[in-house]
């Protein structure tokens, strides 16, 4: 079965300062991983995806993340945050076999200015 | 280009009722997700469909949860009878292609209330 872990549901970072949310997953088979975006009272929206290409995947608004097998983690980063990065944000796993997408649990970023 | 549409974006209900809630792909989309939203359990799929065939609906919770797609432009989630514990968000999504490595395009949700 796959699953991912998204460590710390809340997170608070200071305008300007670096972004890092956590995330690890775990799959039998070599994952498709993404993440996602949430801004109040909407849908969610795709920051960037990994499938198997670089490892290093750049998204928008100045996000990116690099795919760790050795480690199995997936992690989010943005080198200076800004006040509309807060959101919620969450990681997601696919198996390859499947069109299921499997999201943690939500990290809760907020920037304080 | 007209994103994923939803409606109603929120519904106040009481328990028993029928609550039925709709969604619109974005054109050319050819597999259609619905899921649920709480603070509870997070998100979670309920069922998903490829070119308007329900594909997997072992997130469906129970039987009171009915969903169907009867063609490509149009899909309907139904709860009969509805129950406070069903108050969530309820999002659809569209994506072009089954597979995996597809983006999911994700609707506005519609925010259902059981009282």
């Not at chain 1, 795709?46 to 993340?65: D, H, M, P, Q, R």
């Not at chain 2, 649920?36 to 997070?42: A, K, L, S, V, Y």
């Not at chain 2, 490509?72 to 659809?92: G, H, M, N, W």
């Amino acid at each position: 079965a796959q699953s991912v872990t998204q460590l710390g549901s809340h997170v608070s970072v200071s305008e300007g300062a670096l972004v890092l949310l956590r995330c690890n997953y775990s799959s039998s088979v070599p994952p498709y991983l993404f993440w996602y975006v949430q801004y109040p009272n909407q849908g969610l929206q795709l920051l960037l995806k990994y499938t198997s290409a670089a490892t290093l995947v750049k998204g928008i608004n100045g996000f990116e993340a690099e795919f760790k097998k050795s480690e199995t983690s997936f992690h989010l980063t943005k080198p200076s945050a800004h006040m509309r990065d807060a959101a919620e944000y969450f990681c997601a796993v696919n198996a390859r076999a499947t069109n299921k997408l499997i999201f943690g649990t939500g990290t809760l970023l907020a920037v304080q200015p | 280009d007209a994103g994923v549409i939803q409606s109603p974006r929120h519904e106040v209900t009481e328990m028993g009722q029928e609550v039925t809630l709709r969604c619109k792909p974005i054109s050319g989309h050819n597999s259609l997700f619905w899921y649920r939203q709480t603070m509870m359990r997070g998100l979670e799929l309920l069922i998903y469909f490829n070119n308007n065939v329900p594909i997997d609906d072992s997130g469906m919770p129970e039987d009171r949860f009915s969903a169907k797609m009867p063609n490509a432009s149009f899909s309907t989630l139904k709860i009969q009878p509805s129950e406070p514990r069903d108050s969530a968000v309820y999002f659809c999504a569209s994506s072009l292609t089954s597979g995996p490595y597809n983006e999911q395009f994700f609707g506005p949700g519609t925010r259902l209330t059981v009282l």
